[in-house]
């Protein structure tokens, strides 16, 4: 099957939405399919174009025999509402000419728009009905309820047309995906009719990622007797990253140390927050081949989360630290799919609130027995619900049908 990918993020992106979108491409040129890819240069979780990479021109290349071509972007130093639009909009205007070449010149059977970013979405369309191509749209995050859930965009008039031109793109689509059960009931929110909805959600490599004792955690050289709570991935504004800094605080005293690896806009405010704290650790952004060791050097993972962006977002990261063996603490409200996927192979209190997790770590670390229990149970839930080739195998069953017109 020829197909083609459209989509802000990918590899070599090392987390987020461009490892998925990397090793979905990878994955299905494996399986025989010829795919091609139009993205922009690799910046993702550091807002920084990545080394080897301009951000003002176009370049083709090939990653795991995926044609991959690479639009300018603007990045700025300092996401905030308007220099974050006009992000998203420079790749919009830059990637579409290419899309809509290579929408004529490869024509695809099937176009795949990633969203993030919903802005290049109507070019993605557009290029699959001049190419006579089905048009898929999987969304990853719902970017704009979020972006006014945040606070990042603001105002009554706005949110009104923003949706209503939302809802009425989405209804184009012949295929609209997302990653959880509650995110796809919104797409029917949405009025995205239920033959055309389909859950596909992100995945782990379950044997890359696995328990096994972590070298790293030697070389940090713990104190004896120390447990470790580890956050890794992004430091946005959706992830509710401040919550770590109460989290830390209440820890003080406790054989708890705090393992932080990531990069992100809110990574800087975070250190000054942590600064002089004795038990905090941090890491940079580990390459792909470390993160099992990574992973592996946590007693307990920790998963904040903003309360507005309940099931607007589903954190990937979630999916890493079950398949490692570890117990998740989580910040989650009841009810919603993050909650639903921790529950008994971890613990879930307030979303927002430090004290509770710090409160709810401290327990954990008290009782070895309980975090083996859990840890156990959550190796089992990655295997049943989160592993890679059967996602994948499902989601390339579903390209085949949407293909045929079934």
Known sequence: MRLLIYGLNHAPEPTGIGKFTGEMAAWLVARGHDVRVVTAPPYYPDWRIAEGYGGLSWRREEIAGAHVYRCPLYVPARPRGATRVIHLASFALSSFPIALWQALAFKPEVLIAVAPALISAPGAWLAARLAGAKALLHIQDFEVD???????????????????????????????????PAMV???????????????????????????????????????????????????????????????????????????LAGAGAARLRLEAVTSGMAQVHW???????????????????????????????????????????????????????????????????????????????????????????????????????????????????ALSNLRAGR
């Open 185 to 259: 009931q919104r797409l029917a929110d949405k009025g995205v009719r239920a033959e055309r909805r389909l859950l596909f959600p992100n995945w782990v490599d379950t044997r890359e990622i696995h328990p096994v004792e972590s070298e790293l955690r030697r070389a940090l050289r713990l104190p004896a007797g120390a447990v470790v709570a580890l956050y890794a991935g992004n430091m946005g504004e959706k992830q509710g990253v401040e919550t770590l800094a109460e989290t830390a605080a209440a820890l003080r005293g406790t054989p708890v140390h705090l393992l």
């Open 146 to 180: 979020a972006a006014f859930a945040l606070g990042i965009v603001s105002g009554g008039a706005m949110r009104r047309l923003a949706l209503g031109l939302e809802s009425w793109l989405l209804r184009r689509f012949d295929r609209v995906s997302s990653i959880t």
């Open 283 to 397: 890491l940079p952004v580990q390459p792909a081949g470390r993160l099992n060791d990574l992973l592996n050097a946590a007693d307990i993972h920790l998963l904040p989360q903003r309360a507005d962006a309940a099931d607007l977002v589903m954190p990937s990261k979630l999916a890493f630290m079950l398949a490692s063996g570890r117990p998740v603490v989580a910040g989650a409200a009841a009810g919603t799919a993050v909650a639903r996927a921790v529950e008994g192979a971890g613990l879930v209190v307030p979303p927002g609130d430090g004290a509770a997790m710090a409160a709810a770590v401290e327990a954990l670390a008290g009782d070895p027995a309980r975090r083996l229990g859990l840890g156990e149970a959550a190796r089992a839930r990655a295997l049943a619900d989160w592993d890679r080739e059967a996602i994948l195998g499902r989601f390339d069953e």
